[in-house]
C-alpha cells in the first residue's frame, strides 16, 4: 500500500516563508511526475507546481519566482519551498505523486497540509 505523508505546513505571516515535504512510503516503483495542488476555501483544486523525472519543474502563474519544487528521488520525496507567501496563499496543500506500472497510470495523493497566510 501506497502512503504519502505531508509536512511542514502552518500558521505564517505575510512574506513569511514555509517548506513542505511530502514522502512516499510502500511499494511505488517508477515515479515519474510529482506536484503539489492547493484547495482554498470556496475554490476548487488547482495546480501549484509539478517537477518531472527528468527534472524539468512547472509553476502556476501566481506563484512563478515565489515558490521553488525539488524532489530527492532516493527519498521518494517532492518538497515546495514557498517564500513571500500572501494571504492568497492561504489553503490546504496536497502532494500527488504520478506512477506508471506496465504502462498504466497510478495517482496518489497526500491527506493535505493546512497553510495560514495572516497577520
Known amino acids: 500500500q501506497v502512503q504519502l505523508v505531508e509536512s511542514g505546513g502552518g500558521l505564517v505571516q505575510p512574506g513569511g516563508s514555509l517548506r513542505l515535504s511530502c514522502a512516499a512510503s510502500?511499494?511505488?516503483?517508477?515515479?515519474?511526475?510529482m506536484g503539489w495542488y492547493r484547495r482554498a476555501p470556496g475554490k476548487q483544486r488547482e495546480l501549484v507546481a509539478t517537477?518531472?523525472?527528468?527534472?524539468?519543474?512547472n509553476y502556476a502563474d501566481s506563484v512563478k519566482g515565489r515558490f521553488t519544487i525539488s524532489r530527492d528521488d532516493a527519498k521518494k520525496t517532492v518538497y515546495l519551498q514557498m517564500n513571500s507567501l500572501k494571504p492568497e496563499d492561504t489553503a490546504v496543500y496536497y502532494c500527488?505523486?504520478?506512477?506508471?506500472?506496465?504502462?498504466?497510470?497510478?495517482?496518489?495523493w497526500g491527506q493535505g497540509t493546512q497553510v495560514t497566510v495572516s497577520s
Open positions: 517537477i518531472g523525472s527528468g527534472g524539468r519543474s
Open positions: 500527488n505523486v504520478v506512477a506508471y506500472v506496465l504502462g498504466l497510470r497510478y495517482d496518489y
Open positions: 510502500g511499494s511505488i516503483f517508477s515515479i515519474n511526475t
